[in-house]
């Protein structure tokens, strides 16, 4: 099944939805889905780079290039590739005003 | 049921290396504490998907299913029988002076430890290639952690680049799933492939299932290949631009490209705890060097692809091994290892033949172009490396301050061979000439409040 997003549902699509705010919008996603898959599945990417101008959407996936760290509208950043998406989650591709 | 049993060990990582670990100091009847990153024991490629999936472990794990389910079995009901301590999503982020600093849900703990057996495993041996810092780009290990654990391709049109087992397999299980694999790009020529099969004949079936899969992928794959670049437009990657074997530029369409030559072992810990280094030609990295069971001293133990990249079956075997080293290392009886050091013996040989048939891509990396990002983390490109090269000579750690190539936030794991190469490319000598980039506390990065106690 293919998304509005980078990625391509294969497998396991027979799950109870969730839904997720990014960027103050409502999305959907499946419960048992990665914050990086959940973002992915309606979006090209997870967040911009602060280097350079391209955006990123990951890069190892298994926590060890912190490529894909996300905000929160409140509480602390999220490594998205291991950080299960839940009901009510609001995500931030960019840093709150709050932040340092 | 029992309690972490004193002397205290302490097993970082719960994959294959791990688990036996674990459950061979089980049977000595001790109770070790595992510390794991995952949300469940299997590692990286035992790996589970979450809760309510339902892939069978023959679609997950394919010729591998019996050994995964074995070893989730065992994990489990040794953990639920209270026989050790498994602490889940938790990092180990430094350790000093026989303490470990643990970075978990609830901010970091101190853990100490009598003896300490690390099973951080492997990840992607990455070579940079021009465009790769553009969102769709990931490592082949991503692409299969995405299918294994979420049912996901990373894209709809998918081309592989690298070269080592995990192209071969990925491409293959991807095009099992029903994803759109357009091209699987080797940069080893059949020639050099050739170089492996000595080595490889140590494990016929193995060798064999390899080229099944490579079969499976037909027309797809190309060896031999140039990459030049990845193509992308604002919103990520566009096309793989590339040559064949014969020199003729191809330009394939595509948005999402997985990127991998084999593996580097992950040896953070294993550095801060003070092991002996030395370059490995075999291998072509920096390796922390043991005694055949294992044993790195001062009372640690090395086990798995952190160690020597010996892949999974190798990993259980050197999981028991440093198991029982540290059982000898205590006093205790322990069972005879002769049949294991055997076979871990065939297995290194065929490790040996699979690096020499898909070796890491020294030319490419050393003839990059100067515009190229090397550092993905902080976007440092190949001219700033040569540049710190001129500058400060050919030393690893001097490059690292002069250009913070290796100190971005992956600390160096997807940079740190190419910056190397690159090094030694300018300063020309060889990259074991450079040294290797000292590692750093906190191998990963952790909040400061994650610190900070309401006491």
């Excluded at chain 2, 040794?78 to 990092?91: D, F, G, K, V």
């Excluded at chain 2, 810092?133 to 996901?152: D, F, H, T």
Aim: charged share 20%; glycine share 12%; with cysteine.
């Amino acid at each position: 099944m293919i998304t509005a997003g980078r990625i391509v549902r294969l497998a396991e699509r027979d799950r109870a939805e969730v839904q997720f705010f990014l960027d103050g919008e409502k999305r959907s996603a499946l419960a048992g889905d990665t914050v990086l898959t959940a973002m992915l599945a309606s979006g090209h990417a997870l967040r911009s780079s602060e280097f350079g101008p391209e955006l990123r959407a990951g890069f190892c996936l298994m926590g060890a290039c912190q490529d894909c760290w996300v905000w929160q509208e409140e509480g602390p950043r999220l490594r998205a590739c291991s950080t299960p998406v839940t009901e009510g989650m609001w995500l931030r591709t960019t840093p709150p005003e709050s932040w340092p | 049921m029992s309690r972490p049993s004193s002397p205290k060990i302490v097993i970082v990582g719960a994959g294959p290396a791990g688990i036996r670990a674990a459950a061979t100091l089980v049977a000595a009847g001790l109770h070790p504490v595992v510390i794991d990153e995952g949300h469940r024991a299997g590692g990286q490629i035992y790996r589970r998907p979450p809760d309510g999936f339902v892939r069978t472990p023959e679609q997950l794990y394919g010729s591998e299913a019996v050994k995964a389910q074995e070893l989730h079995a065992l994990f489990d009901r040794l953990t639920e029988e209270r026989q050790l301590t498994y602490q889940a999503h938790s990092s180990v982020i430094a350790v000093h002076q026989g303490r470990l600093h643990v970075l978990g849900e609830g901010g970091v703990q101190v853990i100490s430890y009598d003896r300490l057996v690390l099973a951080t495993g492997a990840s992607d041996r990455i070579a940079p290639v021009p465009g790769w810092q553009n969102a769709g780009v990931y490592s082949l290990g991503a692409a299969q952690i995405a299918l294994k654990a979420q049912g996901v391709a990373l894209g709809r049109r998918v081309v592989l680049i690298g070269s080592g087992p995990l192209l071969t397999l990925v491409g293959a299980q991807l095009l099992k799933a029903g994803a759109d694999v357009a091209a699987v790009l080797d940069t080893s020529s059949w020639r050099r492939q050739m170089r492996g099969f000595p080595g490889l004949a140590a494990r016929p079936i193995v060798a064999l299932r390899g080229l099944a899969l490579r079969a499976r992928l037909g027309g797809r794959y190309h060896a031999g290949v140039t990459l030049e670049r990845i193509e992308a437009n604002a919103s990520g990657v566009i096309a793989m631009r590339w040559r064949d074997a014969g020199g003729w530029q191809r330009i394939t369409p595509c948005d999402m490209v997985g990127m991998g030559w084999h593996l580097r072992a992950e040896t953070h810990l294993a550095d801060l705890v003070g092991c002996v280094f030395a370059y490995d030609e075999q291998w072509q990295q920096w390796l922390p060097q043991t005694d055949a069971m294992g044993r790195a001293g001062n009372g640690v133990y090395l086990a798995g692809d952190g160690a020597r990249l010996i892949g999974a079956d190798g990993a259980e075997i050197a999981g028991r091994l440093a198991a029982v080293a540290c059982l000898k290392d205590l006093g205790h009886a322990a069972s005879p290892v002769q049949a294991d050091l055997r076979k871990l013996t065939r297995l290194k040989r065929f490790a040996y033949g699979l690096a020499r048939a898909f070796p890491w891509p020294a030319e490419m990396v050393r003839t990059m172009p100067d515009d190229a990002i090397v550092c993905r983390c902080e976007n440092i490109t190949a001219a700033a490396v040569r540049e710190g090269a001129d500058f400060g000579g050919g030393e690893a750690n001097r490059l690292k301050s002069l250009s913070r190539v290796g100190m971005g936030r992956c600390q160096g794991r997807y940079c740190h061979l190419a910056a190397v190469e690159l090094v030694a490319a300018q300063s020309g000598c060889a990259s074991r000439d450079v040294g290797r980039f000292r590692g750093q506390a906190p191998v990963r990065p952790a909040p400061v409040g994650a610190f900070l106690r309401e006491d």
